[in-house]
């Protein structure tokens, strides 16, 4: 589960809507074990689900009456079948504490369909939950992912062949001098679909070494960071690519990440400063 799910859990700050960017099969099985944790009768003391109570068997059958799953029946969401959907999320719990309610492919939401949404983000019924799923962020209105709680994950399995090489640079980072740190970060800026795929390995081999220092299973890339040094590097590498969206140009991008990784106070370069929230 992602680490923002399992914190929320475990501080009990569950937000009214999250949207999940990732492929369809990571994000819903991530939403099906949150939704099963908030109406677990005996969760753990995170917030995990005990997986053996009445609603989390009955969520693992895909049965629980109040974790509801809608996706498009057409290209888009069609507007009439979606507002009526949308009416529904207003009626009582049955069983659960929380009634879930997971919105697949919300990137085929479409405009219209989004429009109809928004007055249930901002007003929401009291103890639901929505949980949006997307692959594309580009065709989510900005309106609906303001309203909600985003969290991005990386494919592993598409990232694969380059996790190799992103996780030897890392480990090469600290040994590097300024001048070379300062080379690699010009080198960087040349290549930006590059630039921006090492951002996206460098997100999955922090966070599976961040889950392995919370107790998690031993990850694949292990890097010699403590914990809240691979929290530091984690949210650095995830700021990367949304820098780039103010304009930062590439080079600065690496180059922040670079020295941050290098330093051993878990990484503050220039005027940026990475911190555990």
């Keep these: 589960m992602h680490s923002t799910l399992k914190k929320d859990l475990n501080a009990k700050n569950i937000a009214h809507a999250y949207l999940?960017?990732?492929?369809?099969?990571?994000?819903?099985?991530?939403?099906?074990?949150?939704?099963?944790?908030?109406?677990?009768?005996?969760?753990?003391?995170?917030?995990m689900a005990c997986g053996r109570c009445r609603p989390c068997v009955l969520s693992r059958e895909g049965c629980f009456p109040d974790c509801v799953v809608t996706e498009p029946t057409k290209t888009f969401y069609e507007v009439d079948l979606f507002r009526k959907w949308l009416k529904n999320t207003y009626l009582t719990a049955q069983e659960g504490n929380y009634r879930v309610f997971i919105v697949k492919e919300a990137d085929r939401l479409g405009e219209p369909a989004a429009n109809t949404f928004l007055k249930t983000l901002e007003e929401p019924a009291a103890n639901s939950v929505f949980l949006l799923l997307a692959e594309n962020?580009?065709?989510?209105?900005?309106?609906?992912e303001s309203r909600c709680r985003v969290l991005r994950y990386c494919g592993k399995k598409e990232l694969h062949g380059n996790l190799e090489e992103i996780w030897q640079t890392i480990l090469d980072l600290p040994r590097q001098?300024?001048?070379?740190?300062?080379?690699?970060?010009?080198?960087?800026?040349?290549?930006?679909?590059?630039?921006k795929a090492f951002f996206e390995g460098a997100q999955w081999i922090l966070k599976e070494n961040y889950e392995a220092a919370l107790?998690?299973?031993?990850?694949?890339?292990p890097l010699p960071?403590?914990?809240?040094?691979?929290?530091?590097?984690?949210?650095?590498?995830?700021?990367?690519?949304?820098?780039?969206?103010?304009?930062?140009?590439?080079?600065?991008?690496?180059?922040?990440?670079?020295?941050?990784?290098?330093?051993e106070n878990g990484g503050t370069y220039g005027n940026h400063c990475w911190r555990p929230l």
């Design 177 to 195: 001098s300024a001048e070379e740190l300062f080379a690699l970060s010009e080198k960087a800026a040349k290549d930006k679909e590059g630039l």
């Design 137 to 144: 962020p580009d065709k989510i209105l900005p309106t609906v």
């Design 20 to 47: 999940l960017y990732g492929s369809e099969a990571m994000v819903f099985q991530d939403a099906l074990d949150f939704g099963m944790a908030l109406n677990c009768l005996s969760p753990d003391e995170e917030g």
């Design 225 to 263: 960071f403590d914990e809240d040094k691979l929290w530091n590097l984690w949210q650095a590498a995830i700021a990367g690519p949304m820098l780039a969206e103010y304009q930062v140009t590439p080079r600065l991008i690496a180059e922040n990440f670079y020295f941050a990784v290098r330093n």
């Design 215 to 221: 107790g998690g299973l031993p990850p694949r890339h």
